[in-house]
């Protein structure tokens, strides 16, 4: 590990007066976000109007903050226009990220068949293209709703549009199943494909007041939800439960991270100035590398923007010495590169 991914001492916390990188005279710690690999997929829910669209996708990823308890970290990428989806409908794309191809392939079914099938008028496409040929790893999708057809359940498959001198193979012909339901019959794709991704990006608001903080991370989060590829998939696109690897209760692999609790700055050592009375982290999941770099830099700089020096004691992230991912988020170069 080089000097740049050092973790800076608990006891020090000089980066507050002395970093070079300010932001609205935000300083901006000079650590890394670290993140891991995961595999993720995406999805594209239609509908006869946007209310379903969005009642079926506010569903489907409830309960998909983290991977700790929730099988998945799962959420709204954006919505699409009618332009944008496979049937000519209003549409929303969402992100699904897992920590193995498994756990992807027994979540998705679950949710689609339990919120995404049960409301009016929707239907379940792929959201990556490129079929087995280009994603021969594939997470079911209608390969297992069909079942609820009861027999009656029926399939079609249909070529994508062919590149000009292309021919059309079985390969590459995409199957749809309609089920039929008590409001017509519900479209669903075969299956979609999954691919690697990461999961884990992040920065740390330290702010004066939970007011403050507040206003921050809702003007980061705002600033990310137009983007290509990112998730934040915590209530709100935020955390204010940082963990740690560990317990010293045994059946826990996870615990508070009393390092960011203002509340523990007497109790144990602490990453946290004096100033600092609250504390919330925003978490970026990510189909690249650059898309969370992107991500991080816009939510850092939308964050600073917001509140200033007088709501902000500074900026930071979390990492565990790079011990558990191997992608670092440098937070200056991150910043550095992207508002070059």
């Not at 300010?22 to 829910?45: C, G, N, S, Y």
């Not at 946007?50 to 903050?65: P, R």
């Not at 049937?87 to 756990?103: H, W, Y």
Request: glycine letters at 10%; hydrophobic letters at 40%; a negative charge.
């Amino acid at each position: 590990m080089n000097s740049a991914d050092e973790v800076v001492s608990a006891d020090t916390h000089r980066w507050v007066t002395d970093s070079p990188l300010r932001i609205a005279d935000v300083p901006i710690h000079a650590t890394f976000a670290e993140a891991f690999d995961m595999k993720m997929t995406r999805l594209i829910i239609t509908a006869a109007d946007q209310e379903w669209c969005d009642a079926a996708a506010a569903a489907m990823v409830g309960f998909g903050t983290s991977v700790i308890a929730c099988g998945v970290e799962i959420a709204v990428e954006r919505r699409l226009l009618a332009s944008e989806t496979p049937d000519g409908r209003p549409g929303v794309a969402i992100l699904a990220f897992a920590v193995s191809g498994k756990e992807l392939e027994k979540q998705i079914p679950r949710r689609a068949g339990q919120c995404v099938l049960t409301c009016p008028t929707t239907a379940l496409y792929a959201g990556l293209d490129g079929g087995p040929t280009v994603y021969p790893n594939r997470v079911p999708l209608g390969k297992t709703l069909r079942y609820f057809g009861d027999g009656y359940q029926i399939s079609k498959q249909l070529q994508p549009p062919q590149a000009s001198g292309d021919n059309p193979t079985t390969e590459n012909a995409v199957r749809y199943w309609r089920i039929p339901v008590m409001d017509g019959e519900f479209v669903c794709q075969h299956d979609c494909g999954r691919t690697e991704a990461i999961g884990g990006g992040n920065f740390i608001l330290l702010g004066r007041s939970i007011e403050a903080v507040s206003v921050a991370c809702r003007a980061a989060i705002a600033a990310i939800s137009p983007m290509h590829g990112v998730i934040t998939p915590f209530p709100g696109g935020a955390t204010r439960s940082g963990s740690k690897v560990g317990s010293k209760y045994a059946a826990l692999f996870a615990s508070t991270n009393e390092a960011f609790c203002p509340a523990l700055r007497e109790l144990a050592q602490t990453e946290l100035p004096a100033e600092t009375t609250a504390v919330l982290e925003v978490v970026i999941d990510g189909m690249s590398f650059g898309e969370i770099a992107s991500a991080i830099s816009v939510g850092i700089s939308a964050a600073c923007n917001a509140v200033g020096n007088g709501g902000l004691v500074g900026v930071t992230a979390g990492n565990y010495g790079g011990k558990l991912g191997r992608h670092h988020f440098r937070l200056h170069d991150v910043l550095a590169e992207t508002r070059s």
